[in-house]
C-alpha cells in the first residue's frame, strides 16, 4: 500500500497516531522478527490450552495454513477463504466458522468463497454476525429460500452448534433442563417479535407484544 497507494497508507497511518515513515517503520521491524511467531504462537497456544481457551485461525488461505494451525492446537477455522481451506478443515475435524453477511449477499465481500456455496457443500458449520449483527435471521432465511437446507438445520448454525462448538452444554437448544433461551419470529414477516433469555422476556413487539401484554398478568420486561 506503501507504494502502490501512499495517499491511503498515510491516511492508515494518522489513524493509528502515527507519520507514513513511523507506521513503515514499525511494520518493517516487525517484518524482521517473522522468525520468531511460530515459537511466539507456540507458547500462545500452551498457555490458552492451560487457562482452558478455545482459539482458532482466522482467514485460512489454503489447506497447508489450516493444517500448520491445527498442529498448534487452534482447531477453529474462522473465514476459510478458500473451499480447499475449508475442505482441510473439515478433514480435520475443525468447525468451520462463517459470516452471516457472506450468505445474505451470495458472495464474499472481498472476493473470497461463497459461505452459501459451503454451507450447500456441507463445509459450513456456524454462521457468525460479522460486521452486521442483523444478517443472522437474514442468513438462515436465505438458507430456506434457496433450498439448501431446512429451517431447523439452518437455525442450528446460529444456535445448536456455536454452543456445542463452545461447550456451552446449557444452551442452544430448546429441551428441558437447559436455558430457556429462544426467539419468536412472526411467521409471515419473519421479524422478530420477541427474545427470552433464561426465561425472562428481554424484548417485544408487534404481534407477539400484543399477545403477550393481552395476558390477565402482563409480564415484565427483563429490562425493568
Request: proline content about 5%; hydrophobic content about 50%.
Amino acid at each position: 500500500m506503501a507504494r502502490i497507494a501512499p495517499a491511503d497508507f498515510a491516511s492508515w497511518a494518522r489513524k493509528v497516531g502515527k507519520s507514513a515513515d513511523e507506521l513503515a517503520a514499525v511494520m518493517e521491524a516487525a517484518a524482521q522478527r517473522a522468525k520468531d511467531v511460530p515459537r511466539s504462537l507456540c507458547t500462545l497456544a500452551e498457555a490458552f490450552d492451560g487457562m482452558g481457551v478455545l482459539y482458532g485461525s482466522h482467514d485460512d488461505p489454503d489447506g497447508e495454513t489450516r493444517e500448520f494451525y491445527s498442529m498448534l492446537g487452534a482447531r477453529i477455522a474462522e473465514f476459510p477463504l478458500t473451499r480447499r481451506a475449508a475442505s482441510a478443515a473439515h478433514a480435520m475435524m475443525s468447525p468451520v466458522i462463517m459470516g452471516a453477511p457472506n450468505v445474505v449477499r451470495g458472495r464474499s465481500q472481498a472476493g473470497n468463497v461463497s459461505a452459501l456455496a459451503l454451507a450447500a457443500e456441507g463445509l459450513c458449520d456456524v454462521l457468525v454476525s460479522d460486521y452486521h449483527i442483523p444478517a443472522l435471521p437474514l442468513a438462515v432465511w436465505t438458507l430456506v429460500d434457496r433450498g439448501v437446507m431446512s429451517l431447523p438445520q439452518a437455525w442450528a448454525m446460529i444456535s445448536q452448534r456455536p454452543a456445542e462448538i463452545m461447550r456451552l452444554v446449557d444452551r442452544g437448544r430448546l429441551e428441558p433442563g437447559l436455558r430457556a433461551d429462544l426467539v419468536v419470529m412472526h411467521a409471515e414477516t419473519r421479524a422478530i417479535e420477541a427474545t427470552i433469555s433464561a426465561g425472562r422476556l428481554s424484548y417485544l413487539a408487534g404481534d407477539a407484544a400484543r399477545r403477550f401484554l393481552a395476558q390477565p398478568q402482563a409480564l415484565r420486561l427483563a429490562a425493568e
